[in-house]
């Protein structure tokens, strides 16, 4: 029996650990961990970890940064989660300010890449993988409507992608702030919101996954999907006529980290996991899902991954990006919400 659990409530994750914790399982140190993954890297990163650590069991708790950052304000005075593992370093940064992260250098630190490696001494946080946002790019439908390849991202202000383009809601995305914080810290504000003012006449829909732009353009429901290159690689290898760029003028990204939530009642094995998540052995199991891994000499990632996507990456501020964030998502949603996907309950 399979026994990860994805619970979306805080309500079932204490009632699930309870449980766990009556059963003759109780031996082993039972390690909640709270996540953004996917559950489709979830389940090979806990069968290699428990495979390697028999005498610990994870329980998963998966859900959007924004929300995990909410549980855990509301949980300080009585911590449920252990770690953070494969949350956006934005996220870690913000909670490590609001006092929720516990610094821990794990093992092997200091043979990550630099970006990788939080400044501060101890770290805050350790990272696992690097995802970038791209541009996934319908080629079939894009040469019946005559449409070109974007060069930059100035490019996609340009009305003859008019009802074209797919991308994540700033408000409800990570992904989707990325690209707007990005834009700003690259062009300026008066020019990036001008900028986005035409590209809001060429967006079509604002999601509310980062993920759904590119399958929409995967099936040429729109021309082109603003989105990550962790869900186009899938979409192409299966077949999707979709061509995966990243504008010559480079592109945002997030950092999916790991961390020790300050109050963890099994900090002992909470470290272990960090520990892992830093090893080379993590990595190489990472870089079958990722093309930009921790360790310099392992990025080669999935079929059709973005080719030494770190050198990619726009140098900006994460702290910038965290200190202006409510500004910047109240003015846009006073902008553009009127085509945002309804928001789920």
């Keep these: 029996m399979n026994k990860l659990s994805y619970l979306l409530s805080t309500a079932v994750a204490v009632g699930l650990v309870a449980g766990v914790a009556a059963t003759p399982a109780a031996a082993k140190t039972q390690l909640t961990v709270y996540s953004t993954l996917q559950k489709e890297v979830l389940t090979p990163y806990e069968q290699a970890f428990e495979a390697a ?43 490590a300010r609001d006092g929720l992260i516990e610094p821990y250098a794990p093992k092997d630190y200091m043979k990550l890449q630099p970006m990788f490696r939080d400044k501060n001494n101890p770290p805050y946080w350790t990272g696992l993988e690097m995802y970038l946002n791209i541009v996934c790019f319908n080629t079939v439908e894009a040469e019946k409507r005559g449409l070109p390849k974007p060069k930059t ?116 094995a909470a470290k272990i996991l960090i520990d892992w998540g830093a090893s080379r052995e993590a990595h ?23 080719p030494n996507g770190g050198s990619k990456a726009q140098d900006y501020s994460v702290e910038w990006s965290i200190d202006n964030r409510t500004r910047i998502l109240t003015e846009w949603a006073k902008r553009y919400d009127s085509k945002s996907e309804p928001k789920s309950n």
């Design 53 to 95: 650590h028999p005498d610990i069991d994870i329980t998963w708790v998966r859900d959007a940064g924004g929300v995990i950052h909410a549980r855990l304000l509301a949980e300080r005075d009585n911590v449920r989660a252990d770690v953070l593992f494969g949350v956006p370093v934005t996220n870690i940064v913000s909670l």
């Design 284 to 306: 190489q199991l990472f870089n079958k899902y990722y093309g930009a891994v921790g360790m310099d000499d392992l990025n080669n990632g999935p079929p059709n991954s973005i």
């Design 153 to 268: 991202w100035a490019d996609l202000a340009n009305p003859i992608y008019k009802g074209q383009i797919a991308m994540p809601n700033p408000t409800m995305s990570n992904t989707g702030y990325g690209y707007v914080h990005s834009w700003i810290q690259k062009m300026g504000e008066d020019k990036a919101w001008a900028f986005l003012d035409k590209l809001h006449d060429n967006v079509s829909v604002y999601t509310n996954s980062s993920s759904t732009p590119c399958k929409y353009a995967a099936t040429g429901e729109y021309a082109i999907g603003l989105s990550t290159d962790l869900t186009g690689p899938f979409l192409k290898t299966k077949g999707a006529p979709i061509d995966l760029l990243v504008p010559s003028d480079e592109t945002a990204w997030d950092i999916e980290s790991t961390a020790m939530v300050k109050g963890s009642k099994n900090p002992e």
